[in-house]
């Protein structure tokens, strides 16, 4: 089937940069989509999520933004914190499925 | 108490042997699954259940099988375990109305 993707790998910034992680997704049936957060030995934290009808999203320090032109979604951190060093991954749900579609993930790291 | 908690955290066994991963949640959630994830190979599904008596195989399900024996509780086992299922495995739960799963810590299987 078709996958969630992403640009980045790998993404260093200083503390107090603004953060933006990239997800490509395919299908155009998906139509709900979902950040996570993951640190070293945990399990993935929800972040915020965002549904097909919206463009936009905001939460505390976080952005999530969809373009469903060209099937692209983003993470905006504002303030970027070494805290917020992690692994964030995109999550997508296609219409007519019943569970998520996870893509692999980029490392965020945040130097002091 | 974490929300979903996952039994043991870590560890090894030999080839052929026999493992059982556990998983409980007090979230309340119908929906539970069983995820591993590998290096560069993100999450992938290995089983789900919707509810006690609903079982699902995953993209990954061979070599693994799954018990759901209540509402809260969902385990793995490994029949005859081998190298290729050294895998950090997660256990997740959602709800009926919301796609957002809600993770355990993992288990970091080895297998020698």
């Known amino acids: 089937g078709e996958s969630v993707g992403l640009h980045l790998p790998t993404l260093s910034v200083q503390e107090g940069d603004n953060s933006i992680i990239n997800c490509a997704y395919s299908?155009?049936?998906?139509?709900?989509f979902i950040w996570y957060k993951q640190e070293s030995g945990k399990g993935p934290q929800f972040i915020i999520d965002?549904?097909?009808?919206?463009d936009k999203r905001q939460g505390q320090r976080v952005t999530v933004l969809l373009n469903k032109t060209v099937k692209h979604l983003s993470l905006q951190i504002a303030a970027t914190q070494p805290g917020d060093s992690a692994v964030y991954f995109c999550?997508?749900?296609?219409?007519?499925?019943?569970?998520?579609?996870f893509g692999k993930g980029t490392m965020l790291l945040v130097s002091p | 108490d974490a929300d979903v908690t996952q039994t043991p955290r870590n560890r090894i066994t030999k080839t052929g042997k026999r493992i059982m991963l556990e998983c409980s949640q007090t979230?309340?959630?119908?929906?539970m699954y069983w995820y591993r994830q590998d290096p560069g190979l993100g999450l992938r599904l290995i089983y789900y259940?919707?509810?006690?008596?609903?079982?699902n195989k995953g993209e990954i399900s061979d070599g693994y099988s799954v018990s759901r024996q209540a509402q809260a509780k969902f385990s793995l086992s490994l029949e005859s375990a081998i190298p290729n299922q050294t895998a950090l495995y997660f256990c997740?739960?959602?709800?009926?109305?919301?796609?957002?799963?809600?993770f355990g810590s993992g288990t970091r299987l080895t297998v020698v």
């Open positions: 965002i549904r097909s009808n919206m």
């Open positions: 979230k309340g959630h119908d929906r």
């Open positions: 259940s919707f509810d006690v008596k609903d079982i």
């Open positions: 997740a739960t959602s709800d009926r109305v919301s796609y957002g799963y809600t």
């Open positions: 299908n155009s049936a998906s139509d709900y």
């Open positions: 999550a997508e749900n296609i219409r007519g499925y019943s569970t998520l579609t």
